[in-house]
T-cell receptor, first 114, second 112 residues
């Protein structure tokens, strides 16, 4: 089945620890995105990538890092610099990075702090 | 700053009735809008989209209306079913590469 796979579904972070969230897509999409969702709120853009080996900061990039070494993969690292990491993290992809390209979402990773 | 917003945070609808979810936007340069449905604990699911050169677009049981004069977007769901219970987000395209700005969402609760 074609789609976007996020793993793990649930993740726990200890104080001072970096954690990495996985996002893989087999839709052959060029563009990929990471969003953060807090309870009762909309989605906020963390990072996006329009093409392999290139990515841009979104609205709330501080405390996060990404890489885009392969077209199918766009992992997100939540660093210890992110002081409030508890949230629902959503990865999305679209055919290209221009307007009017639908973004399709994965099932999300819920990150909590121990 | 410019943003997408929603009039009602919660909408209670009786099964079989039509639902109308509203969204106000303030960026007059936005040229593309999307509605997503998000069920609890899941990722948003694409419902329907509309370009700014259109006033109306219909899908299966859903219709999106765009009023550029008053910068208003609405999603109409016909014959609402229990499976329609979810949070609905509108999103607007805010720049040339396709960045989407999301509203806070409307919770739709379908009652029997």
């Amino acid at each position: 089945d074609g789609g976007i796979t996020q793993s793990p579904k649930y993740l726990f972070r200890k104080e001072g620890q970096n954690v990495t969230l996985s996002c893989e897509q087999n839709l052959n999409h060029d563009a990929m995105y990471w969003y953060r969702q807090d309870p009762g709120q909309g989605l906020r853009l963390i990072y996006y990538s329009q093409i392999v080996n290139d990515f841009q900061k979104g609205d709330i990039a501080e405390g996060y890092s990404v890489s885009r070494e392969k077209k199918e993969s766009f992992p997100l690292t939540v660093t210890s610099a992110q002081k409030n990491p508890t949230a629902f993290y959503l990865c999305a992809s679209s055919m290209a990075g221009g307007p009017a390209y639908i973004q399709y979402f994965g099932a999300g990773t819920r990150l909590s702090v121990l | 700053g410019e943003s997408v917003g929603l009039h009602l945070p919660t909408l209670s609808v009786q099964e079989g009735d039509n639902s109308i979810i509203n969204c106000a936007y303030s960026n007059s340069a936005s040229d593309y809008f999307i509605w997503y449905k998000q069920e609890s604990g899941k990722g948003p699911q694409f419902i329907i989209d509309i370009r700014s050169n259109m006033d109306k677009r219909q899908g299966q049981r859903v219709t999106v209306l765009l009023n550029k004069t008053v910068k208003h977007l609405s999603l109409q769901i016909a014959a609402t079913q229990p499976g329609d219970s979810a949070v609905y987000f509108c999103a607007e395209n805010t720049d040339s590469w396709g960045k989407l700005q999301f509203g806070a969402g409307t919770q739709v609760v379908v009652t029997p």
